[in-house]
């Protein structure tokens, strides 16, 4: 059974540091990998999508990397901003159209 | 904006009743899922969709029921909600190849659900 685990847990920062999230899982053989924000009492909102075959995704001051083999992603915020602030999930699928597992998140604090 | 929209956003019932939360489409995507969210649990899967009328369960599936009738509609019954039915649930789409990855998965804004 895929697990994904998120650490830390939850990360207080100052304004314009940049960060690195982490995400593993235990079953190397996934089709994708999904990084999500979700902000206090909202829907999940895509950020970036890595195929198996990728080793990275960049979206502006987002990037995502993917090392199957050792079953890590990493998710890498440049110069963080307050509005950067939500729980980041990620989340991994097994064959295309298949179900997400996901991660129980990292909540970032970004401080003014 | 993945064009999805979930009914209703927020309901209270009480334990023994039938309710049904609805997820709708407006892209054409082929896949429709529901999850539901929980403290310590994180997002699990309930049940998915592949196509009309075609479906199949999730890890958690016991006491839901889904229907999909149609492309832009997915149903989630709960055929007699108990208090451990009180979540948030989320409902998802993917597979629209003329909409960014056709693997990517868009969800909707959430409906709280309270079990009393």
């Known amino acids: 059974k895929q697990e994904v685990t998120q650490i830390p847990a939850a990360l207080s920062v100052p304004e314009g540091e940049n960060l690195v999230l982490n995400c593993s899982f235990t079953?190397?053989?996934?089709?994708?990998l999904q990084w999500f924000r979700q902000d206090p009492g909202k829907g999940l909102t895509s950020l970036l999508l890595?195929?198996?075959?990728?080793r990275e995704q960049t979206s502006g001051r987002l990037n995502a990397s993917l090392d199957k083999s050792s079953g890590r992603s990493t998710l890498y915020i440049a110069a963080s901003q307050p509005g950067d602030s939500a729980t980041y999930l990620c989340a991994v699928g097994k064959t295309s159209g298949s179900r997400l597992t996901f991660g129980e998140g990292t909540q970032l604090t970004v401080n003014p | 904006d993945a064009g999805i929209t979930q009914s209703p956003r927020h309901k209270v019932t009480e334990t023994g009743t039938p309710v049904t939360l609805r997820c709708h489409q407006t892209e054409n995507h082929r896949y429709m899922y529901w999850y539901r969210q929980d403290p310590g649990h994180g997002l699990r899967l309930i049940h998915y969709?592949?196509?009309?009328?075609?479906?199949d369960k999730g890890e958690v599936s016991d006491g839901y029921s889904v229907s999909r009738s149609k492309t832009e509609d997915f149903l989630l019954t709960l055929e007699s909600a108990t208090s451990s039915q009180t979540s948030v649930y989320f409902c998802a789409i993917s597979g629209n190849g003329g909409r960014s990855s056709y693997n990517e998965q868009f969800f909707g804004p959430g409906t709280r659900l309270t079990v009393l």
């Open positions: 890595i195929q198996s075959s990728q």
């Open positions: 079953d190397s053989a996934i089709y994708n």
């Open positions: 969709s592949y196509g009309v009328k075609d479906t």
